[in-house]
DNA sequence: GCATGTGAATGGATTCACAGCT
DNA sequence: AGCTGTGAATCCATTCACATGC
């Protein structure tokens, strides 16, 4: 066989892993059919031997004095991130974030949708998104998993309520989770949590402004 | 002087940054008035050595065969992050998401407020979010900024029309950015960009199931 | 005695630079 | 000639381990 996943699965990391999403985004908004590695590098401000070396994990897609086939390239990455197949999410939470990220475009395209929504406020129940997702009491959590194929679990709940929503989830038997609540999870092997965290985003942001402050202070 | 920013400002790492806002976190969730590295580790998942190389680039914060005092340390980390007075953010795309973000508690709080929404349908712009927050045209944006001091821009358009709100934000003399738009951004220097990417973060979930299946496959 | 602060050691990730192929 | 794939070199981050101070 020619493409062999060469090098031990859990050898990629994280930071190689966010990549190939990021090769394969770029590759999309190509029109021609073959592109270097160098090129890909300029036009997206990327580095040339970083991709190279990132997408040689996975065998040899390129062809040297050439560079790489578009298509034969987002085919490859689209099989190597698992998306080559619709992925179902649930989202737990329906407040102003989960009922945004229900009907997010992001997420309900490129292999991914938004299959239930769950809440615990009886007020909201029965009541769907805009995008037609019905809400749902926690109750029904472990049945939809399993009827519905879940394999994604959105916690879109308060920090008091996440590592109890994130046990359950488990609990049903999801193993990867995206986590928009800020708090420190709790991790579980076999369990793959991605925190979206906006405080640390924005404190990161502050930081910055007030060094470049200070900064300006001391020169100044 | 007894806290000195003894390191270089530009120093301070990213990674370092975003773990000072975890330890100001974890902080406001304790009781005692003192805690060592350790047990800070511990409860909240960390690691000791860590936590004590973080803080002691900005100053010596604990005390030697005691730990650190609570309130001082996050007092001090306060001061650090920058956030010890109000900042003020403007979201750009007043869709589902943005619409959605200008009422997100974690935004209007602990320093930070959404003080405007600019979008460019004229069927939206006079309209305003559950927290009444109005929704402006685009050409005020830059009055906006000047007249609420907004020093932070949120992103919240799609990948369309990103790279030309972040040209003009910065135009208006922004400097530091939240993206929620799934591109890869042009960066300038003297402007942060802080890339919150939905789609990057589901293929990697996506990914950590497709080698868990694959590996289930080749044991089995 | 106990926990900080910190050099030294380790471990990863990025970048360089070139051999090898088209 | 040009570009890939990759060992070697470099850079950065984490962890160890202990001297220092309470």
Do not use: W
Not at 20 to 30: F, G, K, M, T
Not at 75 to 85: C, K, M, N, S, V
Not at 153 to 169: F, K, R, S, Y
Not at 193 to 207: G, T
Request: charged letters at 25%.
């Amino acid at each position: 066989m020619s493409t062999v996943q060469r090098s031990d699965r859990e050898s990629i990391s994280e930071m190689t892993t966010e990549r190939l999403s990021v090769y394969l985004r770029c590759l999309e908004s190509l029109d021609e059919t073959t592109i270097s590695s160098r090129e890909l590098a300029d036009r997206f401000h990327l580095n040339a031997a970083q991709i190279r070396k990132d997408l040689a994990h996975f065998g040899e897609f390129g062809i040297r004095g050439v560079g790489y086939n578009v298509g034969r390239l987002k085919e490859h990455l689209i099989r190597t991130l698992g998306i080559d197949r619709s992925r179902h999410a649930l989202i737990v939470g329906a407040g102003n974030l989960g009922m945004a990220l229900a009907d997010y475009k992001g997420f309900n395209s490129e292999g991914f949708r938004v299959v239930a929504l769950i809440d615990t406020d009886p007020k909201k129940i029965g009541q769907a998104s805009k995008g037609d997702i019905t809400i749902e009491a926690p109750a029904q959590l472990g049945e939809i998993v399993r009827r519905l194929h879940v394999e994604i679990g959105i916690i879109a709940v308060g920090p008091a309520e996440a590592q109890a929503v994130c046990d359950t989830l488990v609990e049903a038997g999801i193993c990867a989770i995206l986590n928009f609540a800020p708090v420190q999870m709790r991790l579980r092997d076999g369990v793959k949590i991605k925190s979206v965290d906006l405080r640390i985003n924005l404190e990161s942001l502050s930081f910055f402004l007030k060094n470049a402050e200070d900064a300006l202070c001391d020169t100044g």
